[in-house]
């Protein structure tokens, strides 16, 4: 598989093709990224082959059989091993070994992602525990979507409360009274478009808010 450097949206190799790598593996496909899959289990490489653009059985913790799969010259790597945690950061240590520059971790508890912080990982990722915290916003207010940043900044999507219906962005001063920015606006039956200062909301409209996690919440239990 020896290859040139790879650009920024190249190819991606995903070490651990469980439940969480296989659905990875597998979206990045339907995206038309090209993607290889690495893992240990016979029957999981055999009912991924021919879905991905590789798949191959190999030891990820062996920095000699990833370097034969050329991993080294990926710009991406994805480790979707979880409950291995030997086997996870031994792998992450390996890719940064080789020097793969952007590499992303599942980690399956905060003190797994800690080690695997400290061992340089660029991104570590905890898919249930995101998930989790996220849906608890969903059920406990009016937001339809909504997503955090590590600093405590968030954008939702939600319905308008009663007191903005009917007039202008610039004129119901949301971002004075409540603290938080409208992005945007989707009527039904349209696209969402960019929200400006002479948007008008209506009832019924779907919008997006971003400013702070606590702001964004208090806005969406408006009614």
Known sequence: MARHKMPADGPVVVIGLGRFGKSLALELIDEGVEVLGIDTDTKLIQSLAGRLTHVVEADSTNVESMRQLSVHEFDRAVIGIGTDLESSILTATVLLDLGVPNVWAKAVTASHG??????????????????????????????LDYMEFDDGYAIVKTRPPSSMCGMSLGESAVRTRYGVTVVGVKRSGHEFTHATADTIVEAGDLIIVSGTARNVEQFSALQ
Do not use: Q, T, Y
């Open 114 to 143: 800690r080690i695997l912080s400290r061992l340089g990982v660029h991104h570590v990722v905890r898919p249930e525990h995101d998930m989790g915290k996220r849906v608890a916003h969903l059920v406990r207010g009016r937001m």
